[in-house]
């Protein structure tokens, strides 16, 4: 069990810019989640898989980020047209099916994302 | 509508004493309460679980958290805090297939 990783851990980017942050979860578990956290606030729920499957995404997220899992394992994170508001902690987290009901997500260390 | 509200922005504690985090939630049904722990520049980590079942429930690190229907209340204790305790603390609770997370609670330890 490697635990759940993310790449890059830090992104600097100019405003306008696209950036794509990574998530590999632990291998068996078939669920998988991005939430944004920012300084001084706990995580919010972004976006939720369920295998390939994207089964929920925030009202908060705008048309601006995408989220993919094309084979059930890995997922990506991207946001076109950064804009400064978009500064924050990108975390990955992943459970086994029967994972959710008990709470028991396993996070990745985050991707943090600065935009200028 | 579920709502976690942790009652103390900062803990300040000196080494050695007792920790007591507060929680108070909201949840139209028997709620799951979940404390998670985030140390500087790392994941987030489970400490404890509460499921209906035993409502005094354990944690690691010796920390533990009481469930109170009546008061609506999970707080978090521990007997003795320890230097490596310092961290952000987040009281959750499950909804659907969401978490629902409060604002958190800064524990700082004192030498």
């Known amino acids: 069990d490697t635990g759940v990783s993310q790449d890059p851990r830090h992104k600097i980017t100019k405003r306008g810019q696209n950036v794509t942050f990574r998530c590999d979860p632990i291998?068996?578990?078939?669920?998988l989640y991005w939430y944004r956290q920012t300084l001084g606030q706990g995580p919010e729920f972004l976006t939720y898989f369920q295998n390939e499957a994207q089964l929920e995404k925030s009202r908060l997220l705008s048309d601006r980020f995408s989220a993919e899992r094309p084979k059930g394992s890995f997922s990506t994170l991207e946001i076109q047209r950064t804009e400064q508001g978009d500064s924050a902690m990108y975390l990955c987290a992943s459970s086994p099916r029967a994972g959710l009901k008990a709470g028991e997500l396993f996070f990745g260390e985050g991707s943090r994302l600065t935009v200028l | 509508a579920q709502s976690v509200t942790q009652l103390d922005s900062h803990v300040s504690v000196s080494e050695g004493t007792p920790v007591l985090l507060r929680c108070n939630y909201s949840?139209?049904?028997?709620?799951?309460l979940f404390w998670y722990v985030q140390h500087p520049n790392k994941g987030l980590q489970l400490l404890l679980k509460y499921t209906s079942a035993a409502t005094l429930v354990k944690g690691i690190n010796g920390f533990e958290a009481e469930f109170k229907k009546s008061e609506t209340s999970f707080h978090l204790t521990k007997p003795s805090a320890h230097m490596s305790d310092a961290a952000e603390y987040f009281c959750v609770v499950s909804w659907n297939y969401q978490l629902i997370w409060g604002a958190g609670t800064k524990l700082i330890i004192k030498p």
């Open positions: 291998s068996e578990h078939n669920r």
């Open positions: 949840s139209s049904y028997s709620p799951s």
